[in-house]
């Protein structure tokens, strides 16, 4: 059975402070993303990755950065956290054969900066 | 810029009714278009997809009708179940170097009532 896990479901941090979420996969696939789930505004693309220790932006960059040491894990970084970071991050993986990947998702962290 | 447009953003339906979701996208380089469905604390799961080259497919009570010329696709959900009660996002594909990149609608939040 395939498997995305999430280092925490709810997280409350503090402005400014420097913000770490986690998402390990075990099916072995070469591409990782993070999105942000808003309401309203659907899923939006932080960052992929499509290899260890590679990286590209999405949609959404800005404030966010990611870390890709190894194939399963894959980090969102928050520099110096701010209140418009107050979200639902999804993190989702998938194996590279073709337009028909299916993308494979976390159960979500729920994010709050106060 | 949102360049997969979804709606209605919410739906109510009778058990036993039809559910009908619209999308509509402007980027003809996309070349899948996937449904994702999302129970409340869930990650979203690929539900039923579709190739461009196809302008329909049906998998049980679940149907994508796909227009090409007029960029938009739709799903139905046949009789429609409180089951079926989750937040349904479109999703158009986008082959770029290191894989496919998806571009999500902003959701759909069904309901269906008994």
Redesign the interface.
């Known amino acids: 059975d395939v498997k995305v896990t999430q280092s925490s479901r709810y997280l409350v941090k503090r402005t400014g402070e420097k913000v770490f979420l986690e998402c390990v996969q075990d099916m072995d696939h070469e591409n990782m993303f993070w999105y942000r789930q808003d309401p309203g505004l659907g899923l939006r693309l932080i960052y992929f990755s499509y290899d260890v220790k590679m990286k590209e932006k999405g949609d959404i960059p800005e404030g966010y950065s990611v870390s890709r040491e190894k194939k399963e894990r894959f980090s969102l970084i928050l520099e110096s956290a701010s209140t418009n970071q107050t979200s639902m991050y999804l993190c989702a993986s998938t194996s590279p054969g073709g337009p028909t990947d299916t993308q494979y998702f976390g159960p979500g962290t729920r994010l709050t900066v106060l | 810029q949102q360049q997969v447009k979804?709606s209605p953003?919410s739906l109510i339906v009778q058990k036993g009714g039809i559910s009908i979701i619209n999308c509509a996208y402007e980027n003809t380089a996309f070349?899948?278009f996937?449904w994702y469905q999302q129970f409340p604390?869930?990650?979203?799961?690929?539900l039923i997809?579709i190739?461009p080259d196809v302008s329909e497919k049906k998998e049980g009570r679940f149907t994508i009708s796909f227009n090409k010329s007029a960029k938009q696709f739709s799903l139905h959900i046949m009789d429609s179940q409180p089951g079926d009660s989750a937040t349904y996002?479109c999703a158009a594909?986008l082959?770029?170097?290191?894989?496919?990149?998806?571009?999500?609608?902003?959701?759909t939040q069904l309901k269906v009532e008994l």
Do not use: C, E, V, W
């Open positions: 979804q953003q070349d899948y996937p604390g869930k990650g979203p799961a690929l997809a190739r996002f594909s082959l770029t170097g290191g894989g496919n990149k998806l571009t999500f609608g902003t959701g």
